[in-house]
T-cell receptor
Framework: GENVEQHPSTLSVQEGDSAVIKCTYS??????FPWYKQELGKRPQLIID?????GEKKDQRIAVTLNKTAKHFSLHITETQPEDSAVYFC???????????FGTGTRLKVLA | GAVVSQHPSWVICKSGTSVKIECRSL??????MFWYRQFPKQSLMLMAT?????????EQGVEKDKFLINHASLTLSTLTVTSAHPEDSSFYIC??????????????FGEGSRLTVL
């Protein structure tokens, strides 16, 4: 079945450094890849997304890259701040469906 | 963005009782809603897809008789955990894509419901 792997499971960085989280997906029909940020006990919030016809997308300190051939995509956060500390989930969705497969999550801790 | 509201946000119940969780789309219609379960420090696991006016579609390994889903209108889906047991304690969260204008593909999540079964 469809599967999304996410690494690392935990990540600690110093404030101001960059953080990179990587995901790989198995379903070649996947064409939409969102990233969600979830704070403890709260709902996931979409922070950035990318479609399969785009290789890279950037929004201020956050960027996502996609390699369709290798079936992997990555989240890049630059100039990290303590408020970036949260759990981040990648997801993949196949064309024609709203069914999302989520990665296992990355707990990011930004040290002040 | 669209708003999905979930109620209750937390509930404590005794083993053997049933608990109902509601998920409402407040400013859009949702023919489809998704129910996820999230154990501590784990990912969101899709339990079932709720379809307005028809039966829900359950993921493999999810007991349909234990997790009853009803999607009676375009704005409301309910999840009932029947004969709850301590192992059912979890964070249950619903989500919905807008029917129209959902070109972004974004899923909108409810606030989540934390269920604790004693």
């Amino acid at each position: 079945g469809e599967n999304v792997e996410q690494h690392p499971s935990t990540l600690s960085v110093q404030e101001g450094d960059s953080a990179v989280i990587k995901c790989t997906y198995s379903d070649s029909a996947s064409n939409y890849f969102p990233w969600y940020k979830q704070e403890l006990g709260k709902r996931p919030q979409l922070i950035i997304d990318i479609r399969s016809n785009v290789g890279e997308k950037k929004d201020q300190r956050i960027a996502v890259t996609l390699n369709k051939t290798a079936k992997h995509f990555s989240l890049h956060i630059t100039e990290t701040q303590p408020e970036d500390s949260a759990v981040y989930f990648c997801a993949a969705r196949s064309s024609g469906t709203y069914k999302y497969i989520f990665g296992t999550g990355t707990r990011l801790k930004v040290l002040a | 963005g669209a708003v999905v509201s979930q109620h209750p946000s937390w509930v404590i119940c005794k083993s053997g009782t049933s608990v109902k969780i509601e998920c409402r789309s407040l400013d859009f219609q949702a023919t489809t809603m998704f129910w996820y379960r999230q154990f501590p420090k784990q990912s969101l696991m899709l339990m079932a897809t709720s379809n307005e006016g028809s039966k829900a579609t359950y993921e493999q390994g999810v007991e349909k008789d234990k997790f009853l889903i009803n999607h009676a209108s375009l704005t409301l889906s309910t999840l009932t955990v029947t004969s709850a047991h301590p192992e059912d304690s979890s964070f249950y969260i619903c989500s919905a894509p807008p029917v129209a204008g959902g070109q972004t593909g974004e899923l909108f999540f409810g606030e989540g419901s934390r269920l604790t079964v004693l």
